[in-house]
């Protein structure tokens, strides 16, 4: 879910298969140094569109890609 499985941290690779207006902030802490995530995010025309976030050297670089249609991402919900 949104605060991903700090246990087993950090991730070389996290795939998400909901998502929603913003990346969770555990999403991000638990990825390693040149790590990926890959998200469907709501992009600027409202609709989702796939993002790739790469940790590079102590920053994140954020790239959007197609469109995709996935459930969204909800807190609290089962």
Do not use: C
Request: without cysteine; negative net charge; charged residues 15%.
């Amino acid at each position: 879910g949104m605060l991903g499985h700090a246990p087993n941290a950090p991730y070389d690779g996290i795939i998400a298969a909901a998502g929603g207006q913003h990346l969770p902030q555990a999403w991000l802490d638990q990825l390693a140094p040149g790590g990926r995530l890959v998200a469907p995010m709501v992009g600027p025309g409202g609709g989702q569109v796939l993002v790739l976030v790469e940790h590079r050297e102590g920053r994140y670089v954020r790239s959007e890609h197609e469109a995709v249609h996935f459930v969204p991402l909800k807190s609290g919900t089962t």
